[in-house]
């Protein structure tokens, strides 16, 4: 049973256009989170998603960021008009959907975005 | 606003040494609490996950302990090795489905 996946692994924009970060979660789950880890800094919660809907987007940065997690297909991460900022890891964590209300994450490896 | 802070920022032990990395969170309603391990540039790989009814966790050399009500969490390491030597993060699961992560503690183990 693979793992969380994310691609790409290391990603470089120039200022001012768009990332685009992907995560196909474990075979079975349908919950995705975005994490971001700037320099030096802990990990911060951007969005939770289950498929099709937005379900807590109270990390999001309100402009150039944008999330979604089709009915097929893997979570996407859009940040358009990028600034050096951005630049961070990019982590996407997933669970399975369960009787329990929380359930416990698994990591992908995070994509690498460098902004220059 | 949950904050979860860990202490000591670094760690270095050579190695053989037991030690204990330490975690607080400021809201003690929790759900969950997870130690995960980051090597750099990788990813997160979970250690181990202590349920709020729980007390401890134990898988291998590490045990981990939790006490809702004061709000601390301990991470215990036997007999380290230098293969241990990662950055050790904290994590509380809360009143939604969000992990709120400290900063870490960088382990090296020389040796």
């Known amino acids: 049973n693979a793992g969380v996946m994310q691609n790409p692994r290391h990603l470089v924009r120039r200022r001012g256009q768009e990332a685009r970060l992907r995560c196909s979660p474990m075979?079975?789950?349908?919950?995705v989170y975005w994490y971001r880890q700037l320099p030096e800094e802990g990990l911060k919660f951007m969005v939770y998603l289950q498929k099709e809907n937005i379900i807590d987007e109270s990390g999001m940065p309100k402009e150039r960021f944008s999330a979604e997690f089709p009915k097929e297909g893997p979570s996407i991460l859009r940040i358009q008009q990028v600034v050096r900022g951005d630049s961070a890891a990019y982590f996407c964590?997933?669970?399975?959907?369960?009787?329990?209300?929380?359930?416990?994450?698994?990591f992908g490896p995070g994509t690498r975005l460098t902004v220059l | 606003k949950q904050e979860v802070t860990q202490i000591p920022a670094a760690l270095s032990v050579p190695e053989g040494e037991n030690l204990v990395l330490n975690c607080s969170f400021t809201?003690?309603?929790?759900?969950?609490l997870q130690w995960f391990r980051q090597d750099p540039g990788k990813g997160l790989t979970s250690l181990l996950l202590i349920q709020s009814s729980q007390r401890e966790q134990t898988s291998g050399r590490l045990n981990a302990s939790l006490d809702k009500s004061s709000g601390r969490s301990t991470l215990y390491i036997a007999a380290s090795q230098p293969g241990d030597s990662a950055t050790y993060l904290c994590?509380?699961?809360?009143?939604?489905?969000?992990?709120?992560f400290g900063k870490g503690t960088k382990l090296t183990v020389n040796p």
């Open positions: 075979k079975g789950h349908s919950h």
């Open positions: 809201d003690s309603a929790i759900y969950n």
């Open positions: 994590a509380v699961q809360g009143g939604s489905e969000k992990l709120v």
């Open positions: 964590a997933s669970s399975p959907p369960s009787g329990t209300l929380f359930n416990e994450q698994f």
